[in-house]
């Protein structure tokens, strides 16, 4: 994978973690090259969800280590009841975008609306990267 020359680097998650990045796991993998972090809720093949808590606490330590934190939210809208999360909180497949100004979010139109073989999407980014997507 090649954005912008970046390179994944993965975090090891399991059942313990819902298949989801914890600040704590963040920290320790944050090196000074990293930029961000990268997360799907819901998230596929595996269905997992972040609460809208869990979005928050990652965005903060996201905040902390002066990085960005982006959302994959592809499938929101295509969960079929909500649930309680593990910190006691209902999830019915919050946005990324109620946890602040500064959090990328891709979306599609693609999966919600069944448009098989479409791939039409779009994002909500930080304003002050609004030129660089532009260009």
Same mark, same amino acid.
């Given at each position: @994978?090649?954005?912008? /020359?970046?390179?994944?680097? =993965?975090? &090891?998650?399991?059942? $313990?973690?819902?298949?989801?990045?914890?600040?704590?796991?963040?920290?320790? =993998? %944050? #090196? !000074?090259?990293?930029?961000?972090?990268?997360? !799907?809720?819901?998230?596929?093949?595996?269905?997992?969800?972040? *609460?809208? !808590? /869990? +979005?928050?606490?990652?965005? /903060? *330590?996201?905040?902390?280590?002066?990085? =960005?934190?982006?959302?994959? /939210? +592809?499938?929101?809208?295509? *969960?079929?009841?909500?649930?309680?999360? &593990?910190?006691?909180?209902?999830?019915?497949?919050?946005?990324?975008?109620?946890?602040?100004?500064?959090? %990328?979010?891709? #979306?599609?139109?693609?999966?919600?609306?069944? @448009?098989?073989? %479409?791939?039409?999407? %779009? @994002?909500? +980014?930080? $304003?002050?990267?609004?030129?660089? +997507?532009?260009?």
């Amino acid at each position: @994978m090649r954005v912008y /020359e970046g390179r994944p680097q =993965h975090i &090891p998650v399991g059942p $313990e973690t819902n298949f989801q990045p914890t600040p704590a796991l963040l920290r320790q =993998h %944050w #090196n !000074a090259r990293t930029a961000g972090l990268l997360v !799907a809720s819901p998230a596929n093949p595996t269905g997992t969800l972040l *609460t809208l !808590a /869990e +979005i928050k606490a990652l965005a /903060e *330590t996201c905040r902390e280590l002066e990085g =960005h934190f982006l959302v994959d /939210e +592809i499938y929101h809208g295509l *969960t079929y009841a909500p649930k309680e999360g &593990p910190l006691g909180d209902e999830i019915d497949a919050p946005t990324a975008c109620a946890a602040g100004d500064d959090i %990328w979010v891709i #979306n599609s139109f693609s999966k919600y609306f069944q @448009m098989t073989g %479409w791939r039409l999407g %779009w @994002m909500v +980014i930080p $304003e002050a990267y609004q030129r660089d +997507i532009e260009s």
